[in-house]
């Protein structure tokens, strides 16, 4: 349930004309009241005798009782009140007691303080009222509004659970704007998936990720297909944009803009330009080793530079300055966006998925310092300019160790969220957290499956030497990891940099102690990715020749095997992998 006080006004009948009127698009069916002050105002949806001005007189009568001097300048308070989509449809009875109840916590009409404002409730959809009330109470005394619309949220809260309605998390007034019952039933009537709105915000959202001026921002949204407006001040500065759909056109056929602001707060021309502000735009040099990969190999480059950053990001978020921690989110935002669209078809929905989730995530009242996010937003550059992945080979194991890694970020950011009471962000990164657990499972089958077939194909010394090593690496965590469907991927692993003339040992402790492992459902597919990427080991290993076969045998074939996959933790901090 989700109430929202709009502006003050001066007009009575002008709100109540649109409150009975047909809408701006025809959305208005049916309006009447649901409740009023007094339980007997007249009704102008209902009574054919009652009228617009009757209830407009009665309205702000006790405002034409004081002095012209006492009267407050905007003296029309009003209230709309709207239920989440997949809520039931409440009656009007209950709408009734929705709007007593909400007078009451604003300020306007409490029987328990006697003498209070006028009101009515008018309802004219199924999914929401508004209240119109005049802010003169009975008595002549004005109402104490201060703080009506924490009151009005603490007593929504209330109602749903007494309704069975879907329970919200506090907002705290950093979230993107909702559609408007309007936008919903536009989108209805053009048989659109989403409003314009939704669209707008997705597509810019998607043209800003990774870019460095407003040339290449601008540049991207044309590519996109959108009408671009340009607020410029007398001095020619750019100041703002807005954004159209082609074909998203008002009553008079003209396109329907929107200022990026309205899209989402983050999203305005000025919080845009915050992102590249710490980029080293001003020297060659940075900027030549920062230029972003093209052609073969670029896709899975890209991919591992981003496992490298968000990895980084990991200790920033749970260790760092909050505004520094908030940069960091805020980044990731990007890099889902990058791997969304340059992901293979089997990861791509549950990627954009994930993105759209982490949304809502990216932002809350801890301003972020940008500049520090720096690796995080060039990998999101690096994904864009890298190219569309292969869903196999090195791209897609590549694309199983960058989401692995960002599963930590993410479910990291969770928990920095909540700590800090940001109950939205908190659960919206939990919901990016769920899809790419999704993802990680498509994208981790293949690769995983190929070192599974691998290490069951080393030889019996070889495996015993391997669990002789793990033993003595990892000693509190080696019985549960031998026990792991995920062992012989990670022997696999082991053997390959041993290989490649690393120390396996020491390479096992250090990416092991870099962050606890006690509470991963499946730490070897944990070790696995670390390991692959510090070491700078192919990822995808279905190429590679097997290290010691085991002797007068060919290689298994046809074996089928089980992976791992990202899964909930179960206590601590450290993201957790379920077995699939």
Known sequence: ?????????????GLLSYLYGPGKLEEH?????????DGNAPDPGRDPSATLKQLQQLLDQPVENVEQADQPKKHVWHLSVRNAEEDRILSDEEWGEVARRMVAAAGIDDPEEGAGCRWAAVRHADDHIHIIATLVREDGFK??????AVRVQAQARTLEAELGLRRLNKGDGTGAKRPTSAERHKAERQGRERTAREELRETVRRAVTGARSDEEFFDRLAAAGLLIRKRAAPSGDLLGYKVALPDDLNKDGEPVFYPGARLAPDLSLPRIRERWSGDAQDNPAARQQQAPRTGPGAPASARRSTASAAWQAVLVVEHGDDAIAAAHIAAVGEVLDALAKTSAAHTRRELRDAATAFERASRSHVRAVRGHDRALRQAARDLVHGGPALGRG???ATTAMAIDMLFFLITAAAHWHARKGHAQQAEAAARAAEHLRTAYQAAAAQPLGALHQRGRRLSRPMLQRQTVLLREALPELAEQILAEPGWYALAATIADAEAAGHDPAALLSDVAERRELGTANSVSDVL????????????????????????????????????????RRRSGEEASHKTR
Do not use: Y
């Open 1 to 13: 349930m989700i109430p929202r006080i709009q502006k003050r006004g001066q007009r009575t009948i």
């Open 29 to 37: 069916t049916d309006p009447h009241l649901v409740a009023s002050w």
């Open 528 to 567: 696995v990715w670390r390991m692959r990427r510090t070491a700078d080991l192919p990822a995808d290993a279905s190429h590679l020749p097997d290290h010691s076969p085991v002797a007068g045998q060919s290689p298994t074939r046809g074996t089928t095997t089980r992976t791992s996959a990202p899964g």
């Open 143 to 148: 109402p104490d509004l201060d703080h009506d």
């Open 394 to 396: 090195e791209d897609g």
